[in-house]
Nanobody, 124 residues
């Protein structure tokens, strides 16, 4: 049974940092591209960042330079380091795993497995 478990969310102030973790079990981690999406109530889930099997990274424009996605294949874990957070970053953050050809990293339907989500709240 495949599981993705996120951790690291919380309530922080404008300008603070958080590090999200996503630990996987039940899959061959190195076979999967990993990504982070986020969602606020009433809106579609949106792409935040992704990392390929080989470590190539992709970012939503509004987080580039502030967020860093990484992966530790020895720990079957993906990370999202979030710096200089602002209230617009408030959302539930989900990690996701994809193993597809012609990977369109920004498309949520490309991802087979999802975590349960972790709340990030940034107060002004």
């Amino acid at each position: 049974q495949v599981q993705l478990v996120e951790s690291g969310g919380g309530l922080v102030q404008d300008g603070d940092s958080l590090r999200l973790s996503c630990t996987s079990t039940g899959l061959t981690f190195t076979d999967y591209c990993m990504a982070w999406f986020r969602q606020v109530p009433g809106r579609d889930r949106e792409f935040v960042a992704a990392i390929s099997w080989g470590g190539t990274t992709y970012y939503k424009d509004s987080v580039r330079g502030r967020f860093t996605i990484s992966r530790d294949n020895s720990e079957n874990t993906a990370y999202l380091q979030m710096n200089n957070l602002n209230p617009d970053d408030t959302a539930v953050y989900y990690c996701a795993a994809a193993n597809v050809h012609d990977w369109r990293y920004w498309v949520a339907d490309q991802y087979t497995y999802w975590g349960q989500g972790t709340q990030v709240t940034v107060s002004s």
